[in-house]
């Protein structure tokens, strides 16, 4: 019986028009382009300005992109997964109304919520439901609206977030592509260094928490930067071991876009020479779970079918992991 895989077989990204640059940055908060940029890798990044628009407006955008590229059916969609940290609302859906907004009448469709990890635990997901032979079309959109949960009056948060979001179809694959291993872990001790306050069940919002600005995004960046430079790297070259890679036999890394200090550190474990490491973090910021998607729409046109791939990330929760695929497309152009 030939052993059913998930892979990738269409994919589409958006980036919001306005470019918060940090130029503009200073103009906002005691910092310097010099400073964000030896610290992050970061020069600019996106911010959806659109009055009434959410993260749902992010992925449908992407996945419009995606329809228009690769010919996609929308209504042939099983099953779609939006990962996100900011979703459209509390209780109701994000995901279920992106699948109505989009026309997936057949899809049913649910959140799923990994900080910066989200898109990874994305990928797991899907490729368990096409494994599972139930469902052969799954769409896995991340995308986050990280402006609105952001304080600009915060240095240490303000310079590193972005707005965007991307999405991949997965579907089954005979020929041994896609999905090949995957190694996921979490630490929930690590929630107080990255979170937000107020908002859920245990701080409901009240006029003292909006006062007290806690509904915004805090970050212990120190730790989270230790965390995340010994985790991510350590799953990276994990996953090489375990399935007995070098450096050498790997085409690309794609590594979550939180600080470029953290991505190098990744590729040196690995031994990956820097021209195999995708980086769009100078351009678009840390967007959370739209990274790794947008990764992979901007360099779509460099991936040839039989690409062996590393997708690492890390997030609050603590949640990190590492994805080994194998690419099914040609470029397009």
């Known amino acids: 019986m030939t052993k059913i895989t998930a892979a990738i077989t269409a994919l589409g990204g958006y980036v919001p028009e306005f470019k918060l640059t940090n130029k503009l940055l200073e103009e906002m908060v005691e910092t310097t382009d010099e400073w964000i940029t030896s610290r992050t890798g970061i020069k600019e990044r996106r911010i959806l300005k659109e009055e009434g628009q959410g993260t749902s407006y992010l992925g449908i955008k992407a996945i419009e992109q995606m329809v228009a590229d690769y010919n ?59 494994q599972s032979g139930q469902y052969k079309k799954v769409l896995v959109v991340g995308a986050d609206k990280m402006s609105s949960i952001i304080d600009y009056t915060d240095r ?31 630490d929930g001790n690590g929630r107080q260094y990255l979170k937000i306050d107020a908002g859920g069940s245990i701080l409901p919002a009240s006029a003292e928490t909006v006062a007290t600005n806690k509904h915004f995004v805090h970050q212990e960046g120190q730790q989270v930067f230790k965390f995340a430079v010994s985790n991510m790297a350590d799953v990276s070259a994990e996953i090489l071991e375990n399935n007995n890679l070098t450096g050498d036999d790997v085409d690309w890394l794609v590594p979550h876009q939180a600080n470029l200090r953290i991505i190098d550190a990744t590729a040196r474990r690995m031994k990956l020479d820097k021209e195999k490491v995708m980086i769009n973090i100078q351009r678009y910021g840390n967007t959370t779970c739209g990274t790794l998607p947008l990764l992979l729409w901007d360099y779509q046109n460099q991936l040839h079918k039989g690409d062996k791939l590393v997708f690492a990330a890390f997030g609050g929760g603590f949640t990190w992991g590492a994805i080994y695929l194998t690419w099914a497309l040609n470029p397009k152009k």
């Open 72 to 130: 996609v059916e929308v209504t042939d969609i099983d099953l779609l997964i939006c990962c996100t940290a900011t979703p459209d609302m509390p209780v109701a859906s994000t995901a279920c109304y992106i699948a109505s907004e989009i026309g997936a009448t057949k899809a049913f469709a649910y959140d799923l919520m990994a900080a910066c990890s989200g898109f990874l635990y994305g990928l797991s997901t899907a490729s368990k439901f096409i």
């Open 156 to 186: 240490t948060t303000c310079v590193i977030f972005g707005d965007g979001g991307g999405c991949v179809l997965m579907e089954p694959n005979e020929e041994g592509f896609g999905v090949q291993d995957e190694i996921l872990r979490s």
